[in-house]
């Protein structure tokens, strides 16, 4: 803001007709804002509202950015101040956060991760695992793991048959149980089991994020206490439970365990006025399933039998003769058609087709080379952000338009500069700022051979 005195001074300086440019080089103010009171913009003794300077270089700055979205800010910052910019570096780049003048890159930059958004009438999912003793010797355990899933709002649910609680068996199980509803809600809900919540922080674990994050719900920790819903299930699983014979199969019990569940919601449809129980009422809503599971590992301990076969899902893989009676580990990833039998450190033996659930096989030719599991990913188009990109026909001419513009705010001709004499129209920045480093370079180097040069003592 001039002070009353100054302003005088501007306008006797003015009549005797000195430019703009001329005035503010004498009293040590910048040109724009001589002109703004010259101009009547301006008044004595009021201060400026803050009008933003960079506005101007808006269109300028957009265009560069535009034509490369990996140009450095402060060779951006450079040009504009030789166009006239007078703000420093950190308004600058402020400013370019402020108006989001770069684009995002497609070729090296990701889409924003936003956290999904619950539809209209969308289901709830809620997942609790269950834990029945005593299952039969085939079984190879000491407990039975049962995991529920079950729709809030309908309150159909399905269960699935898990030979241990890991996040292998557990994806697999939410899996097959989304499968058999035809899609998931937008919320899952899951208890405070060990391979989903994390000791101690009460949150879910970070392999599990990945999971709900490739079926695009949103994963959550259950309260503490259960509905009346997760009660009459667990009843029904220990009624059901104690029709399992000592003879009976896995995936018999799971075929009984499906037709459980498939009858308690028939049931369920008819005492609220329903006809169907197999199909999803109208006013819930459940999202598509990705075309693949989510390819989690899953890794069992079995022990080859007397004729060099391997028990896995109602099928006989075989193994060398000689490892009958050893313990060995059977390896699958969800979605993928191999299976592989390694040796309890990890060493594979041999690798099968993987066969039907239950379909009673036995295979028994095997791949003796290890190939890959999946296919290799399709790499991604280079981005080529260290590579220089020279303005763009528009970008010139918007600096051609701020070169004029800040003529007619100086009082002088286009190409004329402030001193008077003829400007160069088609030189640009890079040729000027090349000629002013030539002149530091020379001036430095003349310094350097004066300090080279021997001074004459006194006795020479």
């Not at 300086?13 to 430019?19: F, I, P, Q």
């Not at 684009?103 to 999904?116: A, F, G, M, S, V």
């Not at 399992?244 to 037709?259: N, Y």
Request: glycine fraction near 10%; charge should be positive; include cysteine.
């Amino acid at each position: 803001m001039l002070t009353g005195e100054e302003y005088i001074n501007i306008c006797a300086l003015r009549s005797r007709g000195l430019s703009i440019a001329a005035i503010a080089r004498r009293l040590g103010r910048d040109r724009k804002t001589v002109s703004s009171y010259l101009s009547g913009k301006r008044t004595v003794g009021v201060r400026s509202s803050g009008r933003d300077e960079f506005e101007r270089f808006i269109p300028y700055c957009r265009r560069r950015l535009q034509d490369d979205a990996h140009f450095q800010a402060s060779a951006l910052f450079a040009e504009i101040v030789d166009l006239g910019y007078s703000g420093g570096y950190s308004t600058f780049t402020r400013a370019l956060r402020t108006h989001q003048l770069r684009p995002r890159c497609p070729l090296c930059q990701r889409p924003p991760r936003t956290r999904p958004g619950r539809p209209d009438n969308a289901e709830e999912m809620q997942f609790r695992w269950f834990a029945l003793s005593d299952p039969p010797a085939d079984w190879g355990s000491t407990h039975a793991c049962v995991l529920v899933g079950r729709l809030t709002h309908s309150q159909r649910w399905r269960a699935v048959l898990a030979e241990q609680i890991d996040l292998g068996h557990l994806v697999d199980s939410v899996d097959r149980i989304l499968r058999q509803f035809g899609g998931t809600g937008w919320r899952w809900r899951f208890d405070r089991t060990q391979p989903i919540h994390c000791p101690g922080g009460g949150k879910l674990t970070t392999a599990l994020g990945k999971v709900a994050k490739h079926y695009g719900v949103v994963a959550d920790l259950s309260p503490a206490r259960h509905d009346a819903g997760d009660e009459a299930i667990g009843q029904a699983l220990v009624l059901w439970w104690r029709t399992i014979g000592a003879d009976t199969g896995l995936l018999e019990a799971q075929e009984s365990l499906d037709r459980l569940a498939r009858l308690m919601d028939a049931r369920r449809a008819a005492a609220s006025g329903g006809h169907d129980g197999y199909t999803v009422p109208a006013a819930t809503v459940l999202l598509d399933l990705p075309h693949d599971p989510y390819p989690a590992k899953i890794s069992v301990a079995r022990e080859v039998s007397a004729n060099s076969m391997v028990s896995y899902r109602g099928n006989l893989y075989a193994v060398p003769r000689h490892l009958h009676g050893q313990t060995v580990e059977v390896r699958r990833r969800l979605g993928d058609p191999l299976l592989a039998i390694a040796t309890p450190r990890g060493r594979v033996i041999v690798q099968h087709s993987l066969a039907p659930d239950g379909a009673s096989l036995s295979v028994i030719g095997h791949r003796h080379g290890i190939s890959l599991e999946r296919p290799l990913p399709v790499p991604r188009p280079a981005c080529h952000s260290k590579l220089y990109n020279p303005p763009s026909a528009e970008a010139l001419a918007a600096a051609q338009a701020l070169r004029q513009e800040a003529c007619q705010e100086d009082g002088l001709e286009p190409g004329q500069q402030a001193d008077g004499s003829p400007g160069c129209p088609g030189r640009s920045w890079r040729c000027r700022a090349f000629s002013i480093g030539s002149g530091r370079n020379r001036s430095r180097a003349t310094g350097s051979s004066s300090r080279n040069r021997r001074e004459p003592s006194e006795g020479s």
